[in-house]
């Protein structure tokens, strides 16, 4: 995994790509968006994802984390010869400002 920049540096545009699944209410995705979230704080101006549109529970937990719906891409995934709508959502961070959120490890 690449090192986020410090904020001192000039912010770019990069991608790191997240892919998680679990199986459901033990809070283990909260506690990785939090972590996410902590790291990226005060390195990145915002952060983005998309998630499949069935997914309540997920769409759910990003809101509650702050996460905007600034789209939606149709058809993003076929999966069992079905299409799946994924709706994209984006968290606008501070640059230089020290994270919310704390993490342990």
């Known amino acids: 995994m690449t090192a986020l920049p410090s904020a001192a540096e000039p912010v770019i545009r990069d991608r790191f790509h997240f892919a998680f699944s679990t199986?459901?209410?033990?809070?283990?995705?909260l506690e990785l968006v939090r972590a996410i979230i902590a790291l990226a704080e005060g390195k990145v101006e915002e952060l983005t994802l998309?998630?499949?549109?069935?997914?309540?529970?997920a769409?759910?937990?990003?809101?509650?984390?702050?996460?905007?719906?600034?789209?939606l891409d149709r058809h993003a995934l076929r999966v069992n010869n079905k299409y799946v709508?994924?709706?994209?959502?984006?968290?606008?961070?501070?640059?230089?400002?020290?994270?919310?959120l704390s993490v342990t490890v």
Do not use: T, W
Request: positive net charge; without cysteine; glycine residues 14%.
């Open 23 to 29: 199986d459901g209410r033990h809070g283990v995705g």
């Open 50 to 57: 998309s998630v499949a549109a069935h997914n309540q529970p």
């Open 59 to 71: 769409v759910s937990l990003y809101r509650r984390m702050g996460f905007a719906d600034y789209g």
């Open 85 to 100: 709508d994924e709706i994209l959502m984006k968290l606008p961070l501070k640059v230089g400002v020290p994270s919310r």
